[in-house]
Structure formats: C-alpha cells, structure tokens
C-alpha cells in the first residue's frame, strides 16, 4: 500500500463556490491548510473537464499539492493527476490499475459495509466513508456512516480513512476520534466567506486532535 500522510482533503464543487472563481476559492484553502485536492465534475463534456484540470493542476503544483480526479481516467492521465477517486458505480480499481498502471493514489468510496473485503476496497490507496453525515452536497447516498460506522470500519482495517459528507469543524474531532485519518469537504470550504480562513480552522481541530503514529 503506498504511503498516504493527508489530512485536509478539498473536493471541488463549482457550484458550492458562490460565483468565485474555482481556482481562486482552491488556492485560498490551499494557503489556509488544504494538502489534497479532488477535482470532482459530473456534468462536464471531457474537453472542459481536462481544461478545468490542466489549469488547477498548474496552480497546485505550484504548491506541491496533488490533484485527484473524480471518476474520469481520461482525464487523470491527461492531465498528469496524482491519481483518481471512483465509487461504487464508477470504473473499478481493477480495471483503473490495469489502464493506468503509474496511478500514484486510488481512492475509493465506501458505501456498503460488506465491500471492505471487496477487491475493488482492497485495490485501493484509501477508502472514503460516503457520507459520514447526510449531506445536501450529495444526495444520491446510501447509508450514513455516522461516527459508530467510522469506528467499526477503522477496526477491521488499517486503511487510511478519508471522512466525507458534511464535514465541519464542529464535529471534525469527533469525527478523528471515531477513527478517520482525514477530512474531505466540500461546502465547508467551498461555500465559506473566506476559504482560507476556513480551511486553516479545520487544520486547527487536526492538529488538536492528532494522533501519535
Ligand atoms: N461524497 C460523499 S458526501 C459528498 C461526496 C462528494 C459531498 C460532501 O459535501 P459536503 O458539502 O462537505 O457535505
Ligand atoms: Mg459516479
């Protein structure tokens, strides 16, 4: 399994951004203290996906932050992505891995309790809890892990586990108590008067709550 240190993953959602420019909101939260990026665009033709994905890669590298890419392989290797993150319903890691033998991080997200020994699960870098917390973010979810869900998954694997769905600072140590290695947001970020500022209050609740390795 190859190594991952994350702990303040931003996944992207143009929408949540409140008419800012995406580039610009993720740039902020990357000064305030977000150390992984997730571009993540349902309804974008490739062409405009992989224009939107070369321009935020040119601002991260600029900050030796990777770039994830949401369930497009094409456009991961197009763009020299960090690697890709797919669901249930997406492209499996098996076949990923296959394509796209250099992928440097594969995340999946995890929805069902039953797939943790799946292939699909055991393939991948990092497992997502989708959704920790029911969210308006993303409503096509299954069944919401809550924090009991987060601590019963983190004893039956060393797995790094990536939190997501509504996510805040409010609950981000109850949330790293339970169990995960990191957070994953989206409107507490996107949607925040200052991306920056909360970004950096996020870090502040992981560096709080750190774990000794
Ligand atoms: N996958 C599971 S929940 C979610 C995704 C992409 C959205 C999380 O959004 P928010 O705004 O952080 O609750
Ligand atoms: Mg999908």
Same mark, same amino acid.
């Given at each position: 399994?190859?190594?991952?240190?994350?702990? !303040?993953?931003?996944?992207?959602?143009?929408?949540?951004?409140?008419?800012?420019? !995406?580039?610009?909101?993720?740039?902020?939260?990357?000064?305030?203290?977000?150390?992984?990026?997730?571009?993540?665009?349902?309804?974008?033709?490739?062409?405009?996906?992989?224009?939107?994905?070369?321009?935020?890669?040119?601002?991260?590298?600029?900050?030796?932050?990777?770039?994830?890419?949401?369930?497009?392989?094409?456009?991961?290797?197009?763009?020299?992505?960090?690697?890709?993150?797919? +669901?249930?319903?997406?492209?499996?890691?098996?076949?990923?891995?296959?394509?796209?033998?250099?992928?440097?991080? !594969?995340?999946?997200?995890?929805?069902?309790?039953?797939?943790?020994?799946?292939?699909?699960?055991?393939?991948?870098?990092?497992? &997502?809890?989708?959704?920790?917390?029911?969210?308006?973010?993303?409503?096509?979810?299954?069944?919401?892990?809550?924090?009991?869900?987060?601590?019963? *998954?983190?004893?039956?694997?060393?797995?790094?586990?990536?939190? *997501? +769905?509504?996510?805040?600072?409010?609950?981000?140590?109850?949330?790293?108590?339970?169990?995960?290695?990191? !957070?994953?947001?989206?409107?507490?970020?996107?949607?925040?008067?200052?991306?920056?500022?909360?970004?950096?209050?996020?870090?502040?609740?992981?560096?709080?709550? &750190?774990?000794?390795?």
């Amino acid at each position: 399994m190859r190594p991952f240190s994350y702990k !303040l993953y931003l996944v992207t959602d143009e929408a949540a951004c409140l008419g800012r420019d !995406l580039v610009s909101v993720v740039e902020a939260a990357v000064k305030g203290g977000v150390d992984m990026v997730q571009l993540r665009e349902k309804d974008l033709p490739d062409a405009a996906f992989l224009a939107k994905a070369l321009r935020l890669k040119e601002m991260l590298d600029r900050y030796q932050v990777p770039l994830i890419i949401n369930d497009n392989l094409k456009v991961a290797v197009q763009c020299g992505a960090m690697g890709i993150h797919v +669901g249930n319903n997406d492209m499996t890691p098996e076949s990923i891995l296959k394509h796209w033998t250099t992928c440097g991080t !594969l995340g999946y997200s995890l929805e069902y309790e039953e797939h943790l020994q799946s292939t699909s699960a055991q393939l991948a870098d990092y497992l &997502a809890l989708s959704p920790v917390f029911e969210t308006p973010t993303k409503t096509d979810t299954v069944t919401a892990w809550g924090l009991e869900g987060i601590s019963r *998954i983190r004893e039956q694997t060393a797995k790094p586990l990536v939190a *997501i +769905g509504q996510v805040s600072a409010a609950n981000a140590g109850a949330i790293l108590q339970a169990g995960a290695d990191c !957070l994953a947001v989206v409107s507490a970020i996107c949607s925040a008067p200052d991306p920056s500022y909360a970004a950096e209050i996020l870090r502040n609740e992981i560096e709080k709550h &750190a774990r000794p390795d």
